[in-house]
């Protein structure tokens, strides 16, 4: 890893080198860009590397404080029984001595019937202020746990999940233990594949370098959390990314943090594109909210592990803009570029292809080292298509984040089906046009010989058709179950 990680800093530098030679000369302009392209390779591409060269696993915890009192969360609103069931039975279940408690906030009088039938106390509330954070605040003050233990409904506790976790919490300082993140549906579809397969890096190699720098961040489920610690910074923090705002807070009040990269209580990825996008607007536009807002403010209190660890987390989605900066660029070159402008761009590829090449080779090689035992392949690819694919909901994140414009929370779909609307893709599907406009253009009306330019723009091309292939798939699918129905129905009228 270290050779692989000196290998990406040589690229990282003759990238680099472009920028401050023909790059420049090319296009004074492009001065505007460069920060974000400095900021962008020491952040997420240096900052990850250093992560996963400083990764190392735990040793297990000792026994837990006999007298340690536990209240298990398990946050619910709207959500079906059927999904809700099996975590709270689990919840319920745990190894040791604990409460459990069904956080309500849609009042559903069956889910009430439910919590009395398994043992579970039952807690709601007249508003829903502040979503999550105010669901699980409401409840904090009417418990008295010393430790309060948090679970989607989703994410369905091993037996086993108390005893090799609230060991952790015999050192005072520690304010929460993370758990990993896992998804037991990744065969369900292609986007719960690949979605799952997007988390493998974070919730594997980086956390686990967050967790050797002191800069672990709270995920949503599966956490273990300190009252005192809540306590100490006036509860959950609010917002879209209500738990990393909190890990945030509590970290910058010098509490410390663990990380248990043990595959605990599974969860389910998100299951169509529907439920992917959902997700990860929500999530992008609360944490650029908190990278403009939050973490300035209280980056003088963090250590420098941490302000390493908050850099790479907070500056993740910046891959939206990225991608669409070089899309543009590609279409425009393809279509308009002039012999001089197409020279100085294939210069550019010729300087950042190394990079992405060695990016690529680290990121995959962290993952074969750290990739849980449970995770017998990984797809590197189509974690990469689905997140390069998402550029537009990345890039409207980071604009509403730059100019202030709200979003309302919502909760992201846990079932499968939901019909995404074309508009959502438009984006791609403009790209996609485009970009096979302008290859025509430039491969027929141009005469132009093969190039890096064009096997970039091809490379773009294939990306964006996958996202719009599996689109069209679920459509044609959805279209073939309504023709199958109404076919029974008439046979049924017609019987």
Not at 11 to 29: K, N, Q, R, V
Not at 44 to 57: D, F, S, V
Not at 104 to 122: E, I, K, N, Q, T
Not at 257 to 284: C, I, N, R
Request: glycine share 6%; aromatic share 12%.
């Amino acid at each position: 890893m270290r050779v692989l990680v000196g290998t990406g800093i040589l690229a990282l530098l003759y990238y680099y080198s472009w920028w401050f030679t023909g790059g420049i000369e090319a296009a004074p302009w492009l001065l505007l860009l460069l920060p974000v392209a400095v900021l962008y390779g020491l952040l997420q591409m240096l900052g990850n590397w250093i992560l996963y060269l400083l990764a190392e696993r735990r040793p297990a915890p000792p026994q837990p404080v006999a007298d340690l009192t536990v209240d298990v969360f398990v946050t619910a609103c709207g959500e079906p029984i059927a999904l809700l069931e099996p975590t709270l039975r689990a919840a319920c279940a745990m190894e040791g001595a604990h409460r459990t408690w069904l956080l309500d906030d849609g009042a559903d009088p069956s889910l009430a019937a439910l919590a009395s039938r398994l043992g579970a106390g039952y807690l709601t509330r007249e508003d829903r202020t502040d979503a999550k954070a105010g669901n699980l605040n409401a409840a904090l003050a009417r418990t008295d746990g010393d430790i309060v233990v948090i679970f989607d409904i989703d994410h369905v506790p091993a037996a086993d999940f108390l005893s090799r976790t609230l060991g952790y919490f015999n050192d005072p300082q520690v304010g929460f233990v993370q758990v990993m993140l896992t998804f037991a549906n990744q065969r369900q579809s292609w986007v719960a594949s690949a979605a799952a397969e997007t988390a493998l890096d974070f919730y594997n190699p980086t956390s686990l370098g967050m967790d050797g720098m002191g800069g672990v961040t709270l995920m949503g489920s599966n956490a273990l959390i300190r009252r005192t610690a809540l306590e100490s910074i006036n509860g959950y923090q609010p917002g879209l990314a209500e738990d990393l705002a909190t890990s945030l807070q509590l970290q910058a009040a010098g509490w410390r943090s663990v990380y248990v990269p043990h595959p605990l209580a599974p969860g389910l990825a998100p299951p169509d594109l529907m439920a992917w996008f959902v997700q990860q607007f929500k999530w992008a536009r609360g944490v650029f909210e908190l990278l403009l807002t939050a973490f300035p403010r209280v980056f003088h209190k963090l250590t420098w592990g941490q302000r390493l660890s908050y850099s790479v987390r907070t500056t993740k989605y910046w891959i939206g803009p990225v991608v669409a900066f070089h899309l543009l660029a590609t279409i425009l070159i393809l279509i308009f570029g002039g012999f001089e402008l197409r020279a100085a761009f294939h210069d550019y590829l010729r300087h950042i292809m190394p990079l992405v090449v060695a990016d690529a080779t680290i990121r995959y090689a962290a993952l074969k080292v750290w990739r849980p035992p449970s995770t017998h392949s990984i797809s590197f690819l189509r974690a990469v298509i689905l997140v390069y694919s998402t550029w537009p909901t990345y890039t409207l994140a980071w604009f509403m984040a730059l100019t202030r414009i709200p979003l309302r929370f919502r909760a992201t779909p846990k079932a499968a089906g939901n019909n995404l609307p074309a508009i959502w893709l438009l984006p791609q599907l403009t790209a996609l046009v485009m970009l096979i406009l302008g290859l025509w253009y430039t491969v027929v009306r141009g005469h132009h010989r093969p190039s890096l330019l064009l096997i970039f723009a091809g490379v773009q091309l294939l990306l964006q058709l996958r996202m719009v292939t599996d689109w069209v798939t679920g459509k044609s699918r959805k279209l073939r179950t309504i023709m199958q129905r109404l076919s029974l129905a008439l046979i049924r009228l017609q019987s």
